[in-house]
């Protein structure tokens, strides 16, 4: 039995399972299960070194996926639903037990290495430098990490990752091992995947028209891996598409759970 953490809403119809990405936690997606759960059984996913996830001592994303696996069955497939980070989860775990999976949809990445792990770094140094001894409430934190981190949403996203235990805080996230493999976590595990064959199920990209991380230069891997996938851009939308545009990535992914 997996030891991940979830948390279910609803108790009728499909199975819909949300992953989160880097620096995130199955609640992100609290509002968008919610409001599918009176017609689908929704799970959110705190992934390995995550939220109240445990922390294994390495970062791969084969053993990862198999585990987010380990909480289906083929007699009750699954649409599966990753955020970035998430959604190459999602796609490894399509690809590897396609027998779970009855839909697919990735939200903003793309099966590519990517070389942006710059910024990453930048957010796991400034969260590994704070004293949290020297914390006395969660404001103190916001403005210790502004000069690294000026953008009040994204720094609101990380400190989401901040707990409070009794008169002390500390970390939820494992910065430790998440900092030192950022590589892999922006790598595609092309040599993993050998010999894995394309997933033929339905697959959707959403998009934030405002983000780079699908672009039409990755089209070919997408089909490649991919072949029956289809692609829609959100507008006004960046790399947090369902965050930032709610209502209509909710609209997107209804039908596309409720296609047969």
Known sequence: MSALHT???????????????????GRNWTQIAKALAPDHRTLLVDLPHHGRSPWPEHFDFVEIADEVASLFSPDDPVVLVGHSLGGKVAMVLALRHPELVSRLCVVDVSP???????????????????DLDALEQRSDADAVL???????????????????????????????????????????????LAGVTAYAGPVLWIAGATSNYVRDDYVPAMDRWFPANRRVTIKNAGHWVHSEQPEVFLEVLRQFADAR
């Open 7 to 25: 948390t279910s809403h609803g108790d009728r119809g499909s199975g819909i399972v949300f992953l989160h990405g880097l620096f995130g936690q």
């Open 112 to 130: 590519v290495a990517y070389g942006n792990s710059g910024e990453f770094a930048g957010y796991i140094t400034a969260m590994k430098g704070m």
């Open 146 to 192: 502004e000069a690294a981190v000026p953008n009040p949403t994204v720094r609101a996203f990380l400190l989401q990752n901040l707990r409070r235990e009794g008169d002390s805080w500390r970390w939820q996230i494992n910065l430790d091992v998440l900092g030192d493999e950022l590589a892999e976590l922006s790598a595609w595990p092309e040599d993993d």
